[in-house]
């Protein structure tokens, strides 16, 4: 049985809460940041900023027509323009991207990162083959410095993290660790089946003034068969995330995005 909740949601989601906070992060507060309510941050983060081009960027779309030719999906360039909009206002210091596939979305980030410097960008790619081309990516865009591209699944990412805290707070761990110890912002894309269960384990990764973002997944349809394992695994995957959703109201501010092509969602502490 499906479970389809929040279907009437707002385009944001906030509380009556008046307290001011200064929006910034570890590095700088940006323009149009610099004193709203933390229930007005995303609202204020998700506008369209017309003073910057509509045009996809010249990589990105020689990555899309690569992607087109090997049946891959993308994120919409509605959706794409949005989000890059969206952390070029917010201006954060240190950025992770789950998910990079072959670098459609990356190529976006760099792109705006040539001009608005960050201190680091880390994606991670489960897969190797993608993880050799996200590396041609970044040496594209001359970014071995400030860019790491870790191959690996992020969950076990997150365990080493968290083992690495442990040991490290105990005195025993020496080693380097392979994540930042807070991003600033968050760019979580994942299947269905394991979408609620990574963007959990992102906000642990967030800083105390981070953005999470992600897109809806789109609600299963259909019947499926007992031995249909995908099927099954898809509709596991909505209702985990509806169910994330509902647990997540109380601590984290929520802005869903509808544009063409998919609904950017937004996650912000309250």
């Known amino acids: ?40 941050v995303l609202p204020t983060l998700l506008n369209a900023d017309h003073g910057r081009s509509r045009d996809e960027p010249e990589i990105a779309a020689n990555i899309a027509t690569q992607l087109e030719h090997m049946g891959l999906s993308t994120w919409s360039i509605s959706v794409l323009r949005r989000l890059r909009d969206a952390i070029g206002r ?10 990079g596939s072959i670098g459609h979305r990356s190529a976006w980030l760099y792109d705006l990162f040539a001009e608005h410097p960050v201190s680091r960008f880390d994606i991670i790619e489960q897969g190797a083959k993608f993880g050799v081309i996200l590396h041609r990516l970044q040496t594209r865009y001359d970014a ?10 992020f969950a076990t990412l997150c365990a080493e993290e968290k083992a690495w805290k442990l040991t490290t707070a105990s005195g025993v761990g020496t080693d380097n660790r392979r994540l930042s110890e807070a991003y600033d912002a968050i760019i979580v894309d994942a299947p269905l089946s394991r979408l609620a269960s990574d963007v959990q ?22 019947e499926y068969d007992e031995l249909d394992d995908e099927g099954k695994a898809k509709v596991d995957g909505f209702n985990a995330w509806i169910q994330f959703v509902q647990e997540s109201q109380p601590n984290y501010h929520m802005a869903f995005v509808p544009l063409f092509g998919g609904t950017i969602v937004a996650f912000f502490k309250r």
Not at 27 to 39: A, F, K, N, Q, T
Not at 90 to 99: F, Y
Not at 216 to 222: A, H, K, L, S
């Open 1 to 40: 049985m499906l479970l389809r909740l929040l279907s009437k949601h707002a385009p944001f989601e906030s509380t009556a809460c008046g307290t001011v906070t200064v929006f910034k992060t570890s590095r700088r507060c940006g323009h149009c940041m610099s004193e709203i309510g933390r229930d007005q």
């Open 90 to 99: 917010q201006e954060p210091d240190r950025v992770l991207e789950v998910g």
């Open 201 to 222: 384990h992102a906000m642990s990764l967030l800083s105390n003034n981070g953005v999470l973002y992600t897109t809806e997944p789109e609600t299963p349809v259909g």
């Open 144 to 153: 071995s410095a400030w860019s790491d591209i870790i191959v690996n699944d």
